[in-house]
């Protein structure tokens, strides 16, 4: 399986952001999937993650309202649409791909067995 994230960037406060998540290697359409994130200095943290059907959605507390995450099965592509970018949102995001087929939503690092490469976003003025 192969993961390739881009979409990051620099962005003003306030920005918005697209980043995307291309998949190979594998069924893409019946593995749930996530992004995770991390700032220098700091643990890899949970941000959003999207059941291999788009029924289910959750994300952390901190980017509610602001992150969405979606899939197109047809392009083996998921995304996350990042808006109202804040200082704090400064990080190398990465997609990853949930251990096992038909499984449901995983917050947690250990839950996914294959990783993208990482795309930095950051947000300054």
């Known amino acids: 399986v192969q993961l390739q994230a881009s979409g990051g960037g620099l962005v003003q406060p306030g920005g918005s952001l697209k980043l995307s998540c291309a998949a190979s290697?594998?069924?893409?359409?019946?593995?749930?999937m996530g992004w995770f994130r991390q700032a220098p200095g700091k643990v890899r943290e949970f941000v959003a993650a999207?059941?291999?059907?788009?029924?289910?959605?959750v994300y952390v507390d901190s980017v509610k309202g602001r992150f969405t995450i979606s899939r197109d099965n047809a392009k083996n592509t998921v995304y996350l649409q990042i808006n109202s970018l804040k200082p704090e949102d400064t990080a190398t995001y990465y997609c990853?791909?949930?251990?096992?087929?038909?499984?449901?939503?995983?917050?947690?690092?250990?839950?996914?067995?294959?990783w993208g490469q990482g795309t930095q976003v950051t947000v300054s003025s």
């Open positions: 990853a791909q949930v251990r096992g087929r038909y499984n449901g939503l995983a917050q947690r690092s250990w839950e996914y067995e294959s």
């Open positions: 999207i059941t291999w059907d788009s029924g289910s959605s």
């Open positions: 290697g594998c069924t893409f359409s019946t593995y749930s």
